[in-house]
């Protein structure tokens, strides 16, 4: 079965540029989340979904950060005038999301993309 | 709050047992534990919820205490394959997924 995807793998652009950044989750997965991880760091919590609803969009450093999800499914987080503090492997996860449900709560984690701003 | 992870790095042999701890200031719904070998995405490893239960995985299990507010994962007869970095995440309530993961345990096997 498909796990977590995302493209592109690797994206080398200029500071000023805008960046869109993809995630398809596991099918049937209702939860998404988004995490930054710079270079030898932990997971930085960035949005999370439910459906195509952001209940939390707490982590996002600026507001230059946005996501959005569509049919419950794929998700794209926009990076808008990049900035070099923002170069960093950018994962998505996808979960049940069924509360109360230990089993639910596991997260799939894609295999990142990692964003390098000159 | 960010959970703070106890150490920050530690090297094995083979065969060693090791344990990482992780704190949290806020009280706890669940504990989540991950690993991610270098390069590579995080990988689940179990998930406990409150009440002190212990959970075991290969050789590796964890123990979560409600009222210290913390957990440990305790690795024994340790494996090449164990090495990664060892991430704990957190939840404050049943009916949000949300986690906060701290900043890693990066464990090193040796021959």
């Known amino acids: 079965g498909a796990g977590v995807s995302q493209s592109p793998s690797n994206k080398v652009t200029e500071k000023g540029k805008d960046v869109e950044l993809r995630c398809d989750p596991i099918?049937?997965?209702?939860?998404l989340y988004w995490y930054r991880q710079s270079l030898g760091q932990g997971l930085e919590f960035l949005i999370y979904?439910?459906?195509?609803?952001?209940?939390?969009k707490s982590g996002l450093p600026s507001d230059r950060f946005s996501a959005e999800r569509t049919g419950g499914s794929v998700s794209t987080l926009t990076i808008q005038r990049t900035q070099q503090e923002d170069s960093a492997v950018y994962l998505c996860?996808?979960?049940?999301?069924?509360?109360?449900?230990?089993?639910?709560?596991?997260?799939?984690f894609g295999p990142g993309t990692r964003l390098t701003v000159l | 709050q960010q959970p703070v992870q106890s150490p920050q790095a530690v090297i094995l042999r083979e065969g060693e047992d090791a344990v990482i701890n992780c704190s949290s200031s806020?009280?706890?719904?669940?504990v989540h534990w991950y690993r991610q070998k270098h390069g590579e995405a995080p990988v689940f490893l179990m998930i406990?919820?409150?009440?002190?239960e212990q959970k075991g995985h290969e050789k590796i299990s964890a123990s979560f205490n409600e009222k210290k507010q913390q957990s440990s994962l305790y690795l024994t007869a340790s494996q090449l394959s164990y090495s990664g970095t060892y991430f704990c995440g957190t939840g404050n309530s049943g009916g949000y997924q949300k986690v906060t993961f701290g900043t890693g345990t990066k464990l090193q096997v040796i021959p």
């Open positions: 099918s049937g997965h209702t939860a």
């Open positions: 979904f439910q459906g195509n609803s952001a209940p939390d």
């Open positions: 406990l919820l409150k009440g002190g």
């Open positions: 806020k009280a706890l719904y669940s």
């Open positions: 996860a996808s979960s049940h999301g069924l509360a109360g449900l230990v089993w639910g709560n596991e997260q799939f």
